[in-house]
T-cell receptor, first 118, second 114 residues
């Protein structure tokens, strides 16, 4: 069965701390994504990666960076956490872009990490 | 740019009532359309999808039809259950370079009461 796991379900950090959120998928997917979810705003894309060591900015990359050293792992980094980064963070993955809208093009999501920055 | 607009919630219904959650989109070309569901404390799961005009996606009694003329993908269910209580997200995907990016609506919370 398809599985995307995230390192923590709940995390509490202090302003200015460096924060690492880890995501691992066991499906050999090329594409991985980080979103944040906020009430009234839905899901917004922070960064995505379509291959190892490749990354692209999403819609709201400011204050974040990412790392993809291995195919199965995609890390989101908050270099200096701030209170406005308190949110739910969701990781997702999908196979290689085939150019066709096939059934394998579904995004699979992890359970989410609820981060609170005090 | 691409955008998805959903009706605001929460939507509160009695069990066995008829459900409609409206979704309209703006996108160039021919996007694929999705409904995702998020149960309390969980991540998002794909509920159904449609990849071209007039396609109907269906799953677990939910249906949505891709209407290109009205740029809509409304979610419907004939008889809701308490277990359907969740947040529902409409989303679209265009095939742009660099991977499959989804654009989400803001989500609609559904509460079903006995």
């Amino acid at each position: 069965d398809v599985k995307v796991t995230q390192s923590s379900r709940y995390l509490v950090k202090r302003t200015g701390e460096k924060v690492f959120l880890e995501c691992v998928q066991d499906m050999d997917h090329e594409n991985m994504f980080w979103y944040r979810q906020d009430p009234g705003l839905g899901l917004r894309l922070i960064y995505f990666s379509y291959d190892v060591k490749m990354k692209e900015k999403g819609d709201i990359p400011e204050g974040y960076s990412v790392s993809r050293e291995k195919k199965e792992r995609f890390s989101l980094i908050l270099e200096s956490a701030s209170t406005n980064q308190t949110s739910m963070y969701l990781c997702a993955s999908i196979p290689h872009f085939s150019g066709r809208a096939s059934s394998t093009d579904t995004q699979y999501f992890g359970p989410g990490t609820r981060l609170t920055v005090l | 740019g691409d955008s998805v607009t959903q009706m605001e919630g929460p939507v509160t219904l009695s069990e066995e009532a008829f459900l409609t959650i409206n979704c309209t989109y703006t996108a160039t070309g021919y996007p694929s359309l999705f409904w995702y569901v998020q149960y309390p404390g969980e991540g998002l799961q794909l509920l159904l999808k449609a990849t071209k005009a007039d396609d109907k996606g269906s799953n677990k009694g939910f249906e949505a039809t891709y209407r290109k003329e009205t740029t809509s993908f409304h979610l419907e269910k004939g008889s809701v259950q308490v277990s359907d209580s969740a947040v529902y997200f409409c989303a679209l995907r265009r095939f742009t370079g660099g991977g499959n990016k989804l654009t989400f609506g803001t989500g609609t919370q559904l509460k079903v009461e006995l």
